[in-house]
């Protein structure tokens, strides 16, 4: 059995891996030749790796960044990271974790085959994140670690990561100029809700994408080197403020703090460079695929992808979210400092891919203010919600990290807090909570306003 479960987890662990399996699946019930399924399942996965190789360089070149800032600023409190309060959750509670994500991986394609919501979610791992959260506050609430806690929990992310994709779709028809692809990260809450403040208080006439750069300096209109430059005037700053003693002990090995920083903002360049190659062969190879599982197993379904995705679609807001995002977690954290609450820092990795993926969707209905707009709201939600989600994670409210996007943040408050009316009504409320999704898709008459 464990070697079952461990096998499950390294699998959907490795998106790429599951991503280039599905798209194997998918040519073969299209009966395509064996060379072209073959081509297409290792394209696919080489694909996921070059995104997820990117992403690792941008995180890697974020990392002297965030430890630059606390020290210039000398601030100690909680970080959001997913990645390092999953890596502690999972000690305790990685089998249940595990079973969890299994019943939600079946309850979310049963809910696309039966239901309008035809969004299979693909990332594996928020997936198994959100899993992680769901054990975590259903133990917490004194549920206990058997079937019951294994079913429940697997209803609710099931239902969670069929609807939040729903939610974000109206905004990615917008994003990609088409309905074949849908949102999987974790959080598409935020997203939409970026969306909609965008669109309602933007203005769509003028996107971030059409900035006018005179001709003198068009070479900016190259996302690699205005994200060079930009991200080099950011690091120096911040490296001058933190000092060159600093900087040069502990984070470049002896080398000169300056030439450390423009190294840094070039490599986060460079691993933006990265992430688009491979979303570009994603792309290529996991829709045409992904038309087979959707013509034979669940008609009409879409992809829900990783977070980077949209990145090629809106490159200037990328990096306008970034910016936007880090610097209301900033002026948040301060207004923490003075309110004498626990200090929530701003994690650098979340305020960029979720400050980007926010400013994008403010901007597909409503141009550069709908960006900015869209990026404080979420930016704000990301900063403050860390304190609220703290009280329900039970003994995890010690640690010195936390949850930090908006899927986990406000289903996870939501879910401990009916947690505290005791285990009938959290038990009650999951299930409403899955038949409402059904009977809210019964709702949406013609496929084309498919939400």
């Known amino acids: 059995m464990n070697g079952i479960l461990n096998l499950f987890i390294s699998i959907v662990q490795a998106p790429a891996l599951l991503v280039g399996l599905l798209a194997i699946l998918g040519l073969l019930l ?6 072209v399924v073959i ?15 990117g992403a690792g360089i941008l995180s890697s070149s974020l990392d002297p960044f965030a430890k630059m800032f606390q020290f210039a600023l000398n601030v100690q409190g909680v970080v959001p990271s997913n990645e390092a309060v999953v890596a502690i959750a999972l000690v305790e509670y990685g089998s249940l974790t595990a079973l969890i994500m299994f019943v939600g ?20 791992q928020a997936m198994l994140y959100v899993s992680c959260l769901t054990a975590v506050i259903l133990v917490s ?86 994200i060079t430059i930009v991200m080099a005037i950011v690091y120096l700053i911040l490296a001058i403020l933190t000092g060159q003693t600093f900087v040069e ?21 460079a691993g933006f460079a990265v992430v688009l190659q491979g979303v570009r062969m994603i792309l290529a190879e996991i829709i045409p695929a992904f038309q087979g599982i959707a013509m034979k197993l669940v008609p009409n379904s879409k992809p829900a992808l990783d977070v980077p995705i949209i990145f090629p679609y809106a490159p ?43 400013a994008i969707y403010g901007n597909a209905k409503g141009g550069r203010r709908g960006a900015i ?58 299930l409403a909570f899955l038949v409402l999704v059904i009977l809210s898709s019964r709702l949406i008459k013609k496929p084309s306003t498919e939400q």
């Open 30 to 35: 299209q009966k395509k030749k064996g060379t």
């Open 39 to 53: 081509q297409g399942g290792i394209k696919t996965f080489a694909g996921f790796l070059i995104l997820t190789g």
């Open 105 to 124: 991986m079946i309850v979310n394609v049963l809910l696309s085959r039966f239901t309008r919501f035809k969004y299979i979610f693909l990332t594996g």
């Open 141 to 226: 609430t004194g549920m206990g670690t058997g079937i019951k806690t294994i079913l429940l929990g697997g209803i609710f992310e099931g239902t969670l990561l069929t609807i939040t994709p729903a939610l974000c779709q109206p905004y990615m028809r917008v994003i990609t100029g088409g309905d074949a692809v849908a949102m999987g990260h974790t959080g598409n809450i935020g997203y939409a809700l970026s969306g909609w403040f965008g669109e309602h208080f933007g203005n769509k006439a003028h996107s971030t994408e059409d900035i006018n750069i005179p001709k003198s300096l068009s070479f900016l209109r190259d996302s690699t080197v205005s």
């Open 249 to 269: 002990t502990n984070l470049s090995h002896g080398s000169n703090y300056l030439v450390f920083a423009i190294i840094q903002a070039g490599t986060f360049a």
């Open 316 to 358: 200037n807001a990328v990096l306008l979210g970034f910016l936007v995002s880090f610097f209301v977690g900033a002026l948040s954290m301060f207004a923490m400092v003075a309110m004498h609450t626990v200090v929530i820092i701003p994690g650098v990795v979340g305020h960029f891919f979720c400050g980007a993926a926010a």
């Open 373 to 430: 707009i869209g990026t404080i709201i979420n930016s704000l939600l990301i900063s403050w919600l860390p304190l609220f989600i703290l009280p329900v994670l039970g003994n995890m409210s010690l640690a010195s990290s936390t949850f930090a996007d908006t899927d986990y943040l406000i289903p996870g408050i939501i879910l401990g807090n009916l947690g505290d009316l005791g285990q009938t009504a959290l038990t009650i409320s999951i």
